[in-house]
């Protein structure tokens, strides 16, 4: 079975950064499209950004300039490098194997005003 596990959330100052990391079992990362989503508090759970096995990356709109995802293949390893973190960035961070119901257990982000 296919299992994510993640870490990197915790509490920081608005301006500071923080690198999520999600480690995936196997080769899922290598060969899938992975994803970033988060969900605050009252709100629906949105996108953030995904990698396809071709490097090819995409980020909304929200952390354009930002966040930057990336991964490392030999570590099976999928990142969410967040800098410039606003108050609005506050919510829990899941990845997932992406077009699966493969996710994360969630990780917590908190930035401080």
């Known amino acids: 079975q296919v299992q994510l596990v993640e870490s990197g959330g915790g509490l920081v100052q608005a301006g500071g950064s923080l690198r999520l990391s999600c480690v995936v079992s196997g080769s899922i990362v290598s060969r899938n499209t992975m994803a970033w989503f988060r969900q605050a508090p009252g709100k629906q759970r949105e996108f953030v950004a995904h990698i396809n096995s071709g490097g090819y990356t995409s980020h909304a709109d929200s952390v354009k300039g930002r966040f930057t995802i990336s991964r490392d293949n030999a570590k099976n390893t999928v990142y969410l490098q967040m800098n410039s973190l606003k108050p609005e960035d506050t919510a829990v961070y899941y990845c997932?194997?992406?077009?699966?119901?493969?996710w994360g257990q969630g990780t917590q982000v908190t930035v401080s005003s």
């Open positions: 997932k194997v992406f077009n699966t119901n493969y």
